[in-house]
């Protein structure tokens, strides 16, 4: 309603039956200038394609939606300008991490987006409450991606493996997530100049990039 006011033509995805009734009929007087279409359907299988360029993305998603949703947003043919999610606040701070507490998230919304955090919504303001607070997590595509002549397949092939035993070094990780013996692990760590006995959590995307190299 407060998006429809403000004059923009949005497309509510809803996968609830009900929440998708209830949105195709809202409150005063209905959608407002006709500039409202509902989507039953998983936003997850959703055609990102068919929306105008630059579009921007306004949703409150559960914590286990979190990770796929950000990954089909920003790696679809048709990326977004901005998104303002409403996350777990553990969710949205994980997505903001820097090196030291980096994830798959962290990274994989950082290479694509400039990150950072808005306003934390206390559980009380939801009903029921939840047990956790949330956190609004901003998101704005970049036009202009980090690196030169990535094949963004495997780059990410790289990063994968690396988590794939956060608790293990990244020489390790590295060996088994690329079925690769360990001393060429380590070797590729130190052409990246990166220590072997480092974990993947400690490492920011110029390491990966050198690491892809």
Excluded at 118 to 124: R, S
Aim: proline share 5%.
């Amino acid at each position: 309603r407060r998006l429809l006011v403000r004059g923009a033509r949005v497309t509510a995805v809803e996968f609830d039956e009900a929440l998708a009734q209830s949105l195709a009929s809202l409150p005063e007087g209905g959608p407002i200038g006709g500039n409202l279409t509902v989507v039953r359907e998983d936003i997850l299988r959703f055609d990102l394609t068919q929306l105008s360029s630059g579009y921007k993305v306004v949703a409150n998603i559960p914590y286990y939606l979190t990770s796929n949703l950000v990954r089909v947003l920003t790696e679809s043919t048709n990326p977004f300008s901005r998104a303002a999610l409403l996350v777990q606040k553990e969710v949205a701070e994980r997505a903001e991490a820097r090196p030291g507490q980096m994830s798959l998230l962290s990274v994989g919304a950082q290479y694509y987006c400039d990150v950072s955090l808005g306003p934390v919504v206390p559980a009380e303001l939801f009903t029921p409450p939840p047990k956790v607070d949330s956190q609004v997590l901003v998101l704005k595509y970049r036009r202009d991606l980090l690196f030169e002549d990535v094949d963004t397949k495997q780059f990410f092939r790289v990063i994968r493996a690396g988590f794939s035993q956060k608790h293990k070094t990244l020489q390790n990780a590295l060996s088994g997530g690329l079925v690769i013996s360990k001393d060429q692990a380590r070797e590729l760590c130190k052409a990246a100049g990166i220590a072997p006995t480092q974990r993947a959590q400690a490492l920011s995307l110029d390491d990966w990039y050198a690491l892809y190299k």
